[in-house]
């Protein structure tokens, strides 16, 4: 199942963790262009630590388990 961190509630357990323990991709949502920010200045971060341009303009799809 494929998620989208910002439509998350803020207190969801995906949206806190480092982005570097979770298996995160990014996309820009101007050129749909996707890439792996795990290995970006970013990746200690959690999704709700970054600032707004990270969270408006960038989708962050977490694949999970069905049973999560």
Known sequence: MTLLLHELPHHHHLRNPALQTIDVRIR?????????????KI??????????????????IVTVDSDQ
């Open 43 to 60: 990746k200690n971060n959690s999704f709700n630590e970054l600032n707004d341009s990270w969270q408006t303009n960038f989708d962050f």
């Open 28 to 40: 820009c949502q101007h050129t749909k262009s996707s890439r792996d920010p795990r290995t970006w």
